[in-house]
């Protein structure tokens, strides 16, 4: 698989590789809620990791609840939710909203003192 763009232009602040890390850990944090998240071998990649997402949200497929409820956890509208069931591209928009989530807290939460 090629590699996967989370976002357009560099982060500053913050390396590709600490996203990634930093990413997985929400993804894991938010689907625990509802499934089991898989291990990944080695360092997290934006293709393992939507490849980890879309086998999670295949065992949550059928069960609209807990999909509204992971929707509500992750901060995406339910709205945008993809008319055919496209589990690729619903797992696209589940992780570039965690990497964003992670990428907004480390540029603009309060220093730690």
Known sequence: MNE?????????GMSYDALY????????KDFAHFCTPPEIDGAP????MHAAIVDML?????DSLKINSLF???DLS????IPGG?????AMMILRREAQKVWIRANYSAPQS
């Open 45 to 48: 990649r934006p293709d393992t």
């Open 21 to 28: 890390r930093a990413t997985w850990e929400q993804v894991k």
């Open 86 to 90: 496209d589990i690729q591209a619903l």
């Open 4 to 12: 996967i763009a989370l976002f357009d232009n560099p982060l500053p």
């Open 72 to 74: 509500y956890r992750i």
């Open 58 to 62: 295949h065992l949550l497929q059928g």
């Open 78 to 81: 339910e709205k945008k939710q």
